[in-house]
T-cell receptor, first 115, second 109 residues
Framework: IAGITQAPTSQILAAGRRMTLRCTQDMRHNAMYWYRQDLGLGLRLIHYSNTAGTTGKGEVPDGYSVSRANTDDFPLTLASAVPSQTSVYFC??????????????FGPGTRLTVL | GQNIDQPTEMTATEGAIVQINCTYQTSGFNGLFWYQQHAGEAPTFLSYNVLDGLEEKGRFSSFLSRSKGYSYLLLKELQMKDSASYLCAVRDSDYKLSFGAGTTVTVRA
């Protein structure tokens, strides 16, 4: 089934630990995004990638890093987790070819708790 | 940057109509999206407006006025399954989305 998968579904992490959230899409979309969603704040963009090999910073990039080695995968790494990074993380992708609406489609999310 | 405002909560009765307003201030406008998000799930795409006017999709319609920085999502013939959060998102000239905090709609029998 085409779409976006994220792993893990949920994770409890000790502060100071390193954690990588995985995101894979099979729609051959060239653009991918990472958001965090916190109560009352809505979705906020962390990092994005317009195409394989390129990445950019979003609204809240501090404490996070990403890589885009190929079209399908876009992992998000927390080098040293802090409690303020407790959130629900969503990965999204879009065609971004200019031929359509470039709608972003979202993965199921990862619920991360940092203690 | 974007500043997007939408009401926090709305309640309506099954079978009724609800209108969710969204106002925005933007440094570069390149489209407005509405997403639906059920509790514990991912946002799912509902509608897209880039030109002024009304877009209709079954029971859902979305309206845009670019000069007023205003959009609304209209949900008709409400069903219990429409209880969800509705997210307004504005795309800028760099193709980045900025989201409002969402409007939680509760449908009562």
């Amino acid at each position: 089934i085409a779409g976006i998968t994220q792993a893990p579904t949920s994770q409890i992490l000790a502060a100071g630990r390193r954690m990588t959230l995985r995101c894979t899409q099979d729609m051959r979309h060239n653009a991918m995004y990472w958001y965090r969603q916190d109560l009352g704040l809505g979705l906020r963009l962390i990092h994005y990638s317009n195409t394989a090999g390129t990445t950019g910073k979003g609204e809240v990039p501090d404490g996070y890093s990403v890589s885009r080695a190929n079209t399908d995968d876009f992992p998000l790494t927390l080098a040293s987790a802090v409690p303020s990074q407790t959130s629900v993380y969503f990965c999204a992708s879009s065609d971004s070819s200019g031929s359509g609406t470039d709608t972003q489609y979202f993965g199921p999310g990862t619920r991360l708790t940092v203690l | 940057g974007q500043n997007i405002d939408q009401p926090t909560e709305m309640t309506a009765t099954e079978g009724a109509i609800v209108q969710i307003n969204c106002t925005y201030q933007t440094s570069g406008f390149n489209g407005l999206f509405w997403y639906q998000q059920h509790a514990g799930e991912a946002p799912t795409f509902l509608s897209y407006n880039v030109l002024d006017g009304l877009e209709e999709k079954g029971r859902f319609s979305s309206f845009l006025s670019r000069s007023k920085g205003y959009s609304y999502l209209l949900l008709k013939e409400l069903q219990m399954k429409d209880s969800a959060s509705y997210l307004c998102a504005v795309r800028d000239s760099d193709y980045k989305l900025s989201f409002g905090a969402g409007t939680t709609v509760t449908v009562r029998a």
